[in-house]
């Protein structure tokens, strides 16, 4: 069974926000986070 997830805008730019500051942590760490 698969599920649709709804991302809103501000959830989606905190999450990009921590895969920036995950990738400066450690290269390739930001998409592991993801």
């Known amino acids: ?3 649709n ?5 501000l ?3 905190d999450i990009e926000d921590a ?3 995950y990738s ?3 290269k390739g ?3 592991k986070f993801l």
């Open 5 to 9: 997830v709804i991302v809103s805008e």
């Open 19 to 21: 895969i920036e500051w």
């Open 24 to 26: 400066a942590k450690q």
């Open 11 to 13: 959830a989606r730019l």
């Open 1 to 3: 069974m698969s599920y």
């Open 29 to 31: 760490l930001g998409q």
